[in-house]
Structure formats: C-alpha cells, structure tokens
Nanobody, 120 residues
Framework: QVHLVESGGGLVQAGGSLRLSCAAS????????MGWYRQAPGKQRELVAL???????NYVDSVKGRFTISRDNAKNTVHLQMNSLKPEDTAVYYC??????????????WGQGTQVTVSS
C-alpha cells in the first residue's frame, strides 16, 4: 500500500502565506512527477504546480511568482509554499504523485485533500 498525506491547510487573510506539505509512505521504490492540484466549489480540478524528479517545475499562470513547489526525494515529500494569497486561491488542495511501487509497477496516487481558505 502507498499513501499520500497532506498537511498545512487552513484559514488565512488575503496577502498571507501558507505552506502545504505532502508525505508519501508505503512500499515505494521511487517517485516520478509530484504535483499539487486544487478544486474550488463548482469548478473543475486544476493543476497548480508540478515538479519532476530532477526538480524541473511548472506552474499555472495564476500562481506564478507567488507559489513555489519543492521536493525532498530522500524523504518522499513535496511542498507548496504559497505567498501573497488571494481569495480566489480558496480551494481544496490535493497532492498527486506518480509512484513506482515495490510490487505492481507505476501508479498515480492522490492525497485526501486539505482545505485552504483565503479571506478578503
């Protein structure tokens, strides 16, 4: 079994910061891409930021310059530093990872989600 567990969500005022973390655990050989998605009420889930195993990154235009994704391959963790938060960043944020399992091969995994609420 492989699990992704997120932490770090919460309520913050506009202009504030939050840091999301996601830890992968279980029978893991290695992890390829890791990313953060978000889903606001009534909207489709969207990719916010992606990081490859060699730490190449990609961001949705709306968060460029405000959010930073990073990872620690030794700890199987990925983080999202969110600065200058805006009310439109309010959503449930999900961690996602392509994980090579010890048994079974490559699978895509999702975390349970963490709520981020930005008040105006």
């Amino acid at each position: 079994q492989v699990h992704l567990v997120e932490s770090g969500g919460g309520l913050v005022q506009a202009g504030g910061s939050l840091r999301l973390s996601c830890a992968a655990s279980g029978s893991i050989l290695s992890i390829n891409n890791m990313g953060w998605y978000r889903q606001a009420p009534g909207k489709q889930r969207e990719l916010v930021a992606l990081i490859t195993r060699d730490s190449s990154t990609n961001y949705v235009d709306s968060v460029k310059g405000r959010f930073t994704i990073s990872r620690d391959n030794a700890k199987n963790t990925v983080h999202l530093q969110m600065n200058s938060l805006k009310p439109e960043d309010t959503a449930v944020y999900y961690c996602n990872a392509d994980i090579w399992r010890v048994v079974g091969g490559l699978f895509n995994h999702w975390g349970q989600g963490t709520q981020v609420t930005v008040s105006s």
